[in-house]
């Protein structure tokens, strides 16, 4: 069975820009996660989409969206972005909700100029 | 607030002994614990978790062990080998299984 699988795998954008990202988890699950990766904050989270509706919310600013669509796919949005916003955006997935069992895609390593 | 830390942020371990990592938390009321492995380059993959019912739980090579009464968790990695090397995360589960990660914890393991 084929892994979660995110793209791209890197991103250099200028200050101001929009990024979207994507995520394909694997096949049969419903549960898709949103994690920010930064050597000074760790893992933070950012949202869960379960059947294509948002289940949960991290804290962040509502320059970050997501969605999920029909096939379970789903992807991330960050508007004006900031120089803070350079990180690794990790991708999870599972077969429900409330699942802490996640398996994890490589990452997009965004970095924003 | 509420948060999830640990001990060390980087373990050397010979190869072949076992390594111990640490994991403190704050929030009492949390329902279950999980253990991650980050390989460079990859992203996080999930070793074991512990429900707060439980105290000790086995898996391959790794025992998880809960202290409710000083907040505390470790990881146990019997017969540490090179392809351990990693950084290891807890993570706590609140109410809505939303998952709080700690800090992580470099494993070096020396030859």
């Known amino acids: 069975k084929a892994g979660v699988t995110q793209t791209p795998r890197y991103l250099i954008k200028t200050r101001g820009q929009q990024v979207t990202l994507s995520c394909s988890p694997i096949s049969g699950h419903r549960s898709v996660s949103w994690y920010q990766q930064t050597p000074g904050q760790g893992l933070q989270f950012l949202f869960e989409?379960?059947?294509?509706?948002?289940?949960n919310k991290g804290n962040f600013p509502g320059r970050f969206s997501g969605r999920q669509f029909s096939n379970s796919r789903s992807e991330m949005n960050v508007s004006t972005l900031e120089l803070g916003d350079s990180a690794l955006y990790l991708c999870a997935s599972s077969v429900l909700t409330g699942s802490g069992e996640q398996f994890f895609g490589p990452g997009t390593r965004l970095t924003v100029l | 607030g509420e948060s999830v830390g640990l001990h060390l942020p980087t373990l050397s371990v010979q190869e072949g002994d076992n390594s111990i990592i640490n994991c403190a938390y704050s929030n009492s009321a949390s329902d279950y614990f999980i253990w991650y492995k980050q390989e460079s380059g990859k992203g996080p993959q999930f070793i074991i978790d512990i429900r707060s019912n439980m105290d000790k739980r086995q898996g391959q090579r790794v025992t998880v062990l809960l202290n409710k009464t000083v907040k505390h968790l470790s990881l146990q990695i019997a017969a540490t080998q090179p392809g351990d090397s990693a950084v290891y995360f807890c993570a706590e589960g609140d109410s809505n299984y939303q998952l709080i990660w700690g800090a992580g914890t470099k494993l070096i393991i020396k030859p």
């Open positions: 989409y379960f059947s294509e509706t948002q289940r």
